[in-house]
């Protein structure tokens, strides 16, 4: 480690698979309320375990996304972050927030929680993913502007590199399109619009800047490619994000009341958006090849290969296969849009966190990678998680295909129910390979705790 | 793109710096690959349209009528005439003529900023009659189409307008011109889209 | 090639392209929202539809069901639900919650009043009269 105030992320890292486990549990008692109907239920009904789900995933990738941002930019910027008390004393107010808004959810009826934040004073609750409460919605801003902050300055008094910068104009986006949560018009038209506004121009747009820049920070690092190379292909690449995904949004105005030369411009656009992440599997598998140094660590290569291989089939490939308008009147919200979300989230997100962890966790432990033994045992949970994901997409696919062909597709369509109910058997198989995904995630975790010959650091 | 056709991440770098290869094209491949890129997104859209009026040809050929085809050959006129001022521009630099190349960067200024004088006139008028993107299928494609490309021209110019200035500046001579030639390409693009644009929208029936 | 494509002509691309098509992005946005009031139905958008959109909101019903399509793929669709069952079912259908039924998906208890049951239905009723481009496909949503 280059500068000790790189330490703040693995606080961010651990929290992150924390509440990542979280996360997955939650998924595995909502892929069982599929086909247990009545499982746990009074206690946590499927909207509120749903909540809890989606939740945690935004919020594990939120600390990953800051702990990357704290690792690499004092790196890149070569000085010191700016503050290293903020950055800890913004985890614990972070992390304490995550965690009393999760308990309010399972804790209260979801009525209640909102009368006793505040609800009432600006309504923004209930719509999908930004369920959050008042004070947490504030809350998220408090923290990353302070953390914007925080990060901005580092790099202000440091040295500034395109890595830095594309980072940094992520975060930025994610914070000032969150400012849309706040926006809820009666208009049920208008509030959709704008909710996209926060949506898509977060995972679809500054996401992907954040993406891409943490992508080649772990790329310059494990494979010693010149950083001019790296930080143009970069460039590239975000170019093609945002050109085709800012009007990409269109994709979504197809039918929600919106005017209907969306459904032109968003399957054209959207069309094209699978490039961006075909040049980022092409770069990173070049890069790869074209290395000028055998790094040790072997996991996070493998990890930053998947990122790309993974974001393309699952942001790409699945994003493409329902996109086109005439294909989307039949799939849109369906089970097709479950299994497109699922693999979009974790080769794009989950993995390009996981890449960072698996690079920066050895350094920050004081060693250049992990023991064989404990990098076989991280390959494996990559594998097992890899897969297992790829099967859930393949299943929630074919629940969704038989899903649109029986309730709308079929001259004599049958209702939700009867089709969930002939469908079953794929909610069976997702849930079983939902246990794989989890027996995945608790290798990983081992795998941290797993010592042997471990690299030393490099100078 | 060049003969070897190498793949999309090794190309610029394995290129040797200033390789004149004979043949290949101007400018650089990465250019290129956002050339070809807006080329295809236009080309979708110009599919879209086409199969669009397959299936409306009246309503199409009623509509077509109310576009005043003497504004748009105008401003064909214009670009191929700015096209042509970049093309003697880059000329010039080569000549390292670099005064006159900026006048001449400035006449396909004047021509694209006439360019948008006159879709801005054609704009008014369609405005002024109510006209939007919901009026019907054939005007929703007019209006994308070519609004879509007169931001086009806004961002050449743009372009043209840097390149101007590092042109008087001396930025460019002969063997140093990647950047006038990757904007001249770009102008050139801008230029193709409408050559195309023009009939299929205004003209064909 | 008369050179190679550096990392501050990628640069200018970046920022070029971004602001290019934010603003298109922008000038669609403001088209869409001068045609809207021909199709989101605003004229029906009463305090009553107001108050069932809060009601909707504050029961998280996004956590199970769509809406036009958007929220959890749990549930029926309700953008059309006012068409498929008309507003008494769906107000006796709210009040019987949970089925109980063993094994089946349950939906909890509210409690609603009947005000706020009269709301929830103006609110539905509201949303399956926004022009939604004909979808969904067919009345079971």
Excluded at chain 1, 68 to 96: M, N, Q, R
Excluded at chain 1, 136 to 150: D, E, R
Excluded at chain 2, 132 to 138: D, I, K, V, W
Aim: hydrophobic residues 50%; contains cysteine; proline residues 4%.
């Amino acid at each position: 480690m280059q500068y000790k105030s790189q330490a703040v992320a693995k606080l961010y890292f651990i929290a992150a698979i924390a509440l990542f486990a979280g996360q997955v549990l939650f998924g595995l008692i909502m892929g069982l309320q599929y086909v247990v109907g009545d499982f746990l239920f009074p206690a946590i009904p499927f909207n509120v375990a749903r909540m809890v789900h989606t939740n945690l995933l935004i919020v594990w990738l939120l600390f990953g996304f800051m702990g990357g941002a704290y690792y690499l930019i004092p790196e890149e910027s070569e000085t010191e972050l700016y503050s290293p008390k903020l950055a800890v004393a913004l985890f614990w107010i972070f992390l304490v927030a995550g965690a009393l808004t999760i308990v309010g959810y399972l804790a209260v009826p979801y009525a209640t929680l909102a009368k006793i934040t505040g609800n009432d004073l600006l309504e923004t609750m209930g719509r999908e993913f930004l369920e959050q409460p008042l004070p947490t919605k504030l809350g998220i801003v408090v923290v990353a502007l302070a953390f914007l902050f925080n990060i901005t300055m580092t790099v202000l008094k440091g040295k500034k590199t395109s890595i830095s910068t594309v980072l940094l104009l992520g975060l930025w986006g994610l914070a000032v399109f969150f400012l849309f949560s706040f926006y809820n018009p009666a208009n049920l038209v208008k509030d959709k619009f704008y909710w996209w506004w926060v949506v898509h121009l977060w995972v679809e747009g500054v996401w992907e800047l954040i993406l891409g820049s943490l992508l080649a920070f772990v790329l310059i690092k494990v494979t010693g490619v010149d950083r001019e190379v790296i930080e143009k292909w970069l460039y590239v690449i975000v170019t093609l994000t945002l050109v085709t995904g800012i009007i990409g949004t269109g994709h979504h105005y197809y039918w929600i009341g919106t005017p209907e030369y969306w459904q032109w411009w968003g399957s054209v656009f959207s069309a094209l958006e699978p490039i961006p992440f075909f040049a980022m599997t092409v770069f990173a598998f070049n890069m790869v090849n074209r290395r000028r140094r055998e790094h040790p660590n072997n996991a996070a290569t493998l990890w930053a290969l998947g990122t790309g291989v993974m974001a393309f089939l699952g942001a790409g490939v699945w994003g493409f296969l329902h996109t086109l308008a005439p294909v989307n009147y039949y799939t849109h919200g369906t089970q097709i849009t479950a299994a497109h979300g699922h693999m979009a989230f974790y080769g794009a997100y989950a993995m390009v966190v996981l890449t960072m962890i698996s690079y920066a966790m050895p350094v920050m432990r004081g060693r250049a990678a992990n023991s064989n033994r404990a990098q076989v045992i991280e390959m494996w949970s990559f594998w097992l998680m890899t897969i297992a994901m790829v099967f859930i997409t393949l299943f929630l696919t074919a629940a969704g295909i038989l899903q649109v062909w029986l309730q709308r597709f079929s001259s004599t369509p049958i209702s939700f129910m009867q089709a969930q109910d002939q469908i079953s058997l794929f909610y069976w198989l997702r849930e079983g390979t939902g246990v794989v995904f989890l027996i995945g995630l608790i290798l990983y975790i081992v795998s941290f705790f797993v010592g042997g010959d471990e690299k030393p650091a490099q100078a | 793109m060049t003969s070897s056709t190498p793949t999309l991440a090794q190309a610029p770098d394995s290129l040797p710096p200033h390789a004149a290869t004979g043949g290949a094209p101007p400018g650089d491949l990465a250019v290129w690959v956002f050339i070809f890129a807006e080329l295809l997104a236009f080309g979708v859209f110009f599919a879209a349209y086409a199969f669009t009026r397959m299936r409306h040809v009246e309503l199409f050929d009623t509509m077509q009528l109310t576009l005043d085809r003497h504004a748009g050959a105008l401003n064909t006129f214009l670009l191929i005439t700015s096209s042509w001022c970049v093309a003697r521009a880059v000329h010039a630099v080569e000549h390292t003529r670099n005064g006159a190349a900026t006048r001449w960067l400035a006449g396909a200024l004047a021509c694209g900023g006439g360019f948008l004088i006159v879709k801005g006139i054609e704009y008014a008028d369609k405005f002024g009659a109510g006209i939007s993107l919901s009026t019907n299928t054939f005007y929703m494609f007019y209006l994308s189409l070519t609004f879509f490309h007169f931001m086009h021209v806004i961002l050449g110019m743009v372009v043209l307008a840097i390149l101007a200035v590092q042109t008087r500046r001396g930025d460019y001579r002969p063997g140093h011109m990647n950047g006038l030639e990757s904007g001249a390409a770009y102008w050139h693009m801008v230029d193709l889209v409408w050559i195309v644009l023009f009939p299929l929208v205004y003209v064909m029936r | 090639m008369s050179g190679t494509f550096t990392k501050s002509m990628a640069r200018n691309i970046f920022y070029g392209g971004t602001v290019f098509f934010f603003l298109l992005f922008l000038a669609l946005s403001f088209d869409t929202n001068s045609a809207l009031p021909a199709r989101d139905n605003r004229a029906n958008l009463t305090p009553a539809v107001e108050a069932g959109k809060k009601i909707w909101e504050t029961r998280n019903c996004i956590g199970c069901h769509t809406l036009l399509g958007e929220g959890a793929y749990f549930a029926p669709e309700l953008g059309n639900v006012y068409t498929r069952r008309g507003g008494d079912f769906i107000k006796a259908w709210i009040k019987s919650q949970p089925t109980g039924a063993p094994g089946r998906r349950q939906m909890p208890q509210f409690n609603l009043t009947d005000k706020e049951l009269d709301d929830l239905v103006a609110f539905l009723k509201y949303a399956s009269e926004i022009n939604s481009a004909k979808w969904p496909p067919n009345v079971e949503g």
